[in-house]
T-cell receptor, first 114, second 114 residues
């Protein structure tokens, strides 16, 4: 049972480059989320999705884009990477049934922008 | 706004010592409260939860009681093990709208020495 998988595990980008962080879940969850975790800080919500074709901004969306074409996949796109985007990125999903408070997290992607 | 404050780490304990990690919250409504744990190199996992005042969440020897009068949800364990070494996040969830968003504290690193 894979749960939430993320690729890549690590990545180094140069300033101005772009990349896509992949996230896939096999639990048929409708809700999916992207967070970033900076050192000494809690997780900040970047974007979320309540179902295929529906996405919305979280707390810190600037510099990122998402899409949700299927229930399983929720990729996060970084355009024109900046050093401020150096962070650990977590994808999560949760079931539709309320209270859907339990979120299932992937192992994270550690991104460095230099 | 809604927020979670938890004690700064690292917390260093010897095996079999008693653990307390403090967590307080600010919320405009009636949140549910959670403790998530992040083991080294892994994503976050739900450790325990409480959905209303005076509820006690428990799992794997950890406990936390939802105290509305003090707006607190302190994590305790009577006898820690080396395998409990991890980062612990307190979080709240306010239900509303199309999704349920988690607000995390900054995390507390626990290091247990043999």
């Amino acid at each position: 049972n894979a749960g939430v998988t993320q690729t890549p595990k690590f990545r180094i980008l140069k300033i101005g480059q772009s990349m896509t962080l992949q996230c896939t879940q096999d639990m048929n969850h409708n809700y999916m989320y992207w967070y970033r975790q900076d050192p000494g800080m809690g997780l900040k919500l970047i974007y979320y999705s309540v179902g295929a074709g529906i996405t919305d901004k979280g707390e810190v969306p600037n510099g990122y884009n998402v899409s949700r074409s299927t229930t399983e996949d929720f990729p996060l796109r970084l355009e024109l990477a900046a050093p401020s985007q150096t962070s650990v990125y977590f994808c999560a999903s949760s079931p539709t049934e309320l209270p859907s408070y339990e979120q299932y997290f992937g192992p994270g992607t550690r991104l460095t922008v230099t | 706004g809604d927020s979670v404050t938890q004690m700064e780490g690292p917390v260093t304990l010897s095996e079999e010592a008693f653990l307390t990690i403090n967590c307080t919250y600010t919320a405009t409504g009636y949140p549910s409260l959670f403790w998530y744990v992040q083991y080294p190199g892994e994503g976050l996992q739900l450790l325990l939860k409480a959905t209303k005042a005076d509820d006690k969440g428990s799992n794997k020897g950890f406990e936390a009681t939802y105290r509305k009068e003090t707006t607190s949800f302190h994590l305790e364990k009577g006898s820690v093990q080396v395998s409990d070494s991890a980062v612990y996040f307190c979080a709240l969830c306010l239900y509303g709208g199309a999704t349920n968003k988690l607000i995390f504290g900054t995390g507390t690193l626990l290091a247990v020495q043999p």
